[in-house]
């Protein structure tokens, strides 16, 4: 049967099509079946046939991504975005061909995908690695529609340093080989002892091109006016999660984000009351010296209030280059008021930092985690009993924190 028998066939139909991802092929009155923004062209009619309207849709589904409008509204190429997966991982790709008349899924063909054996009206796709999959659904020559599956990922190098220009390149390498140890910010005064702890991590999104292919997803279009879908919270019956209850969806401007979830175990053999206004987190008002022992589940961001990234700075190395950061200087302070000469305690804070991605109304992790810890330790001591002007003030007469090896480290060991 050819096209031409297929169409004749068809001439009467008026049923209604099915709403879906579609592209619409017509033939208005000429003897030529053609979609020019795709190059699908057939022969005309040997015989002259002049044709009434008649349209052939094709319609695409993805099982193992999420379809995303394109940032061009005149385009006609479709697309659907999901992160890496396992090294097995697929999309599966269905193509619909209304009106279906038996013959038409035999003249089907893919490039950029592979076709099922048995269904020439599905391929797959392979998410196990970043990257741009141009896939065409042809007959012979002619391509019928044209799509993309954009499979993302993120890689990070990290640093407990401070750099003049935290999204330069080339990216940063891990300062691991310095000493750690003298980077831990040491502030002694009448009132308080403190440790900070400077960390940043720059993530490059691949693939780049998600950002540069003139044709991609509106996802990756800086329209700084749409907000994304609001972050996940922590539920509030996970006590044993730190911001439980509390409201995180101030965690992210943009689809693209780069977050951090936190846990904290405190070491306090001395009992040391903790519980009062000066040792409470600024945004929440709750406790910071205690225990939170488990981490959130999935992309909750539990230690990511507020988002710096709104800049035009960041705009722009987002949006051409593909680039998130993050970065941190966590502080642990403890009043000199508290506690007896002798008295240690010890917080320890793990981070798990990760980017993410809103797609179609869902939150997504898009990179491995990557780990970062500060240990912070104290001792109240005397200064006269050690002849030394601990916090500076001028005189030995105080009793006061001091630093008892705090250290931080890119990993989550020693918990």
């Not at 000429?30 to 008649?54: H, I």
């Not at 439980?244 to 969806?249: V, W």
């Not at 945004?283 to 225990?291: A, D, E, G, V």
């Not at 200087?329 to 002798?342: F, K, L, Q």
Request: proline share 6%; no cysteine; glycine share 6%.
């Amino acid at each position: 049967m050819n096209l031409e028998t297929i169409i004749r066939r068809n001439l009467e139909s008026t049923r209604s099509w099915r709403i879906g991802v579609t592209v619409l092929f017509s033939v208005l009155n000429l003897n030529v079946y053609s979609a020019s923004a795709q190059g699908f062209v057939y022969e005309p009619f040997k015989d002259g046939l002049q044709t009434p309207n008649v349209k052939v849709k094709i319609t695409v589904t993805a099982i193992g991504a999420i379809p995303v409008p394109a940032s061009n509204p005149r385009s006609t190429i479709q697309h659907f975005v999901t992160p890496k997966g396992e090294a097995n991982d697929i999309v599966i790709i269905t193509a619909a061909i209304d009106p279906n008349t038996g013959i038409a899924p035999n003249q089907i063909d893919w490039d950029g995908a592979t076709k099922d054996a048995l269904n020439s009206l599905q391929a797959t796709v392979s998410k196990a690695e970043a990257g741009r999959h141009i896939v065409k659904i042809k007959s012979g020559n002619d391509v019928l529609l044209e799509l993309r599956v954009w499979v993302v990922w993120a890689t990070a190098k990290d640093t407990l340093y401070g750099e003049e220009d935290e999204l330069a390149d080339p990216p940063f390498e891990s300062a691991m080989e310095n000493s750690v140890v003298r980077e831990i910010w040491h502030d002694y005064n009448a009132q308080v002892t403190a440790v900070h702890s400077p960390f940043m991590l720059r993530y490059s999104i691949n693939p780049i091109t998600i950002f540069t292919d003139p044709e991609k997803p509106s996802l990756a279009t800086p329209e700084k006016e749409i907000k994304p879908a609001l972050p996940p919270s922590v539920p509030k019956e996970d006590t044993e999660v730190y911001a439980a209850g509390k409201d995180l969806g101030t965690g992210a401007a943009l689809k693209w984000d780069a977050s951090r979830q936190l846990r904290i175990k405190l070491i306090n053999p001395n009992n040391i009351d903790l519980d009062k206004e000066i040792y409470k987190d600024e945004i929440f008002h709750i406790p910071m010296w205690k225990n939170y022992l488990s981490w959130p589940d999935g992309v909750i961001g539990n230690d990511d209030t507020d988002d710096e990234n709104t800049n035009d700075e960041f705009y722009d190395k987002l949006f051409t280059a593909g680039k998130i950061r993050d970065t941190d200087d966590p502080r642990a302070a403890i009043s000199n008021d508290d506690g007896a000469v002798g008295d240690t305690v010890e917080l320890r804070r793990h981070w798990r930092e990760f980017a993410r991605l809103e797609i179609g109304g869902t939150w997504y992790r898009i990179s491995d985690f990557y780990f970062w810890r500060q240990h912070a330790k104290f001792k109240k001591v005397s200064e006269a009993a050690d002849n030394k002007d601990h916090d500076g003030d001028g005189d030995k007469t105080g009793q006061v924190w001091i630093d008892n090896g705090s250290d931080h480290a890119l990993d989550n060991a020693g918990w």
